[in-house]
Every structure is written in structure tokens, then in C-alpha cells.
């Protein structure tokens, strides 16, 4: 039975005729159940099995987009994106890392959220009000672990360079390498570009598109 919850474990769901993402404990259990291996088994005991074998099917982890071609250019550009965030700096040095997320939806309760009591859970309003989307634009100093942030109504260029003034006023006068590894404007490094020239900084593009 173990080497069957093996076997199942590193099979993909839908190659089972589970329309599932990924395995858990439980899921396995009513697969098993189902083809017949066993009459009856607990997703504890699933488990138990799982972690003799190092398993764990329900993690992830994402792998980059296989439309960026693996040539001596992008070596190059990882190569100089991980010195960059495990160097030492100093001390006229800054890495900071920009980035946005979209569609915030703020919605308050209409009434208060009470505290958990004993044999009682929190309690929450079932009602809510909506307000609106907000995007946060941040960026993160990978050495000190400061957030520099801001929310905006829209997202464009606009408000992209907002944030980048921001960080001009906020951050003392220094070498800064602003640098963002995921998607933005396309004409996101342009941008960069200027902010880098008037803030008499440095910049290392990392293209990737996710």
C-alpha cells in the first residue's frame, strides 16, 4: 500500500481523472479508497507514509518562462542579478527592488470584528462595503528590509514615476541600483533610465518577462 500512495503521490491528479491541482493528504486518502486499494485509511496515516518517503505533493515552486532564451546573455544577467543582491555594499551603496500589485479591493466591515472569547471564535460582520481598487507600488530595500510604498487609483507610467520620485526624496544621496526581475510598463526601463540619470544612480536592466 505505501508504494502504491508513492506511485499516486507522484502522479499528476488529472492524469488520474482527479480534476485537482495538487495532491493532499485527504485527497489521497478518498483515491485510495476509491480504486479500491484499501477499505478505509486516514489522511494522517497518508501522511505518515508521505513523510517517510520526503513527500510532499501539495508545494510548488515556479519555474521561469521558458520563452527567455538560456544563452551566454541571460547567464550573464542572472550572474549579475545575484551579485548584486548578495554582495557586499557600501556604505554609498543601496539595492533596492520594484515592484507593483494590482487590484487591491480595501473593504471594510460594517460592523466591528469582535476578539475570540473563550469557547467562542473571532467573530466578523458578514456585510462589507466596497471602495474601489487601489495599486500599491513598493520597493523593497533588499539590505535593510525597508518598504518604500504608495497606493494610487490607476496604474500607469504616471504613477510609476511618482513612486520613483518618491524614492529620490526619501533615500539619501547615494549610489542606488533600482531594479525590478519581473514584468512592468513596457517601457518600464526607459523610465528607469531617466530617474537613474537625474538621480545620478546606476541601474541594472533584468529583462525577464513573467
Known amino acids: 500500500m505505501a508504494l502504491y500512495i508513492v506511485k499516486l503521490a507522484c502522479e499528476r491528479p488529472d492524469d488520474r481523472g482527479r480534476s485537482l491541482s495538487q495532491w ?3 485527497e489521497l486518502a478518498r483515491k485510495l479508497k476509491a480504486d479500491g486499494v484499501v477499505q478505509t485509511i486516514s489522511p494522517e496515516t497518508v501522511g505518515r507514509i508521505l513523510r517517510s518517503h520526503k513527500l510532499k ?5 515556479l519555474w521561469l518562462s521558458a520563452k527567455v532564451p538560456r544563452d551566454d546573455h541571460f547567464a550573464q544577467l542572472v550572474h549579475t542579478l545575484v551579485e548584486l543582491y548578495t554582495r557586499p555594499l557600501s556604505e554609498e551603496e543601496m539595492v533596492v527592488c520594484v515592484d507593483e500589485k494590482t487590484n487591491l479591493q480595501p473593504r ?3 460592523a466591528a470584528t469582535l476578539s475570540a472569547r473563550p469557547g467562542q471564535p473571532i467573530r466578523l460582520a458578514n456585510e ?3 471602495v474601489g481598487a487601489l495599486h500599491l507600488f513598493a520597493a523593497f530595500d533588499t ?3 525597508q518598504v518604500y510604498a504608495r497606493t494610487e487609483r490607476r496604474r500607469r507610467q504616471v504613477e510609476f514615476i511618482a513612486l520613483l520620485t518618491q524614492l529620490d526624496r526619501e533615500i539619501p544621496p547615494l549610489r542606488a541600483y533600482p531594479n525590478n526581475p519581473v514584468r512592468y510598463f513596457s517601457v518600464r526601463q526607459s523610465i528607469v533610465n531617466r530617474f537613474v ?14
Open 143 to 145: 539590505r535593510t528590509s
Open 24 to 26: 493532499d493528504c485527504p
Open 57 to 61: 505533493p501539495w508545494r510548488h515552486h
Open 108 to 110: 471594510p466591515r460594517l
Open 197 to 210: 540619470l537625474r538621480a545620478c544612480c546606476s541601474c541594472v536592466p533584468f529583462p525577464y518577462k513573467g
Open 128 to 130: 462589507y462595503k466596497r
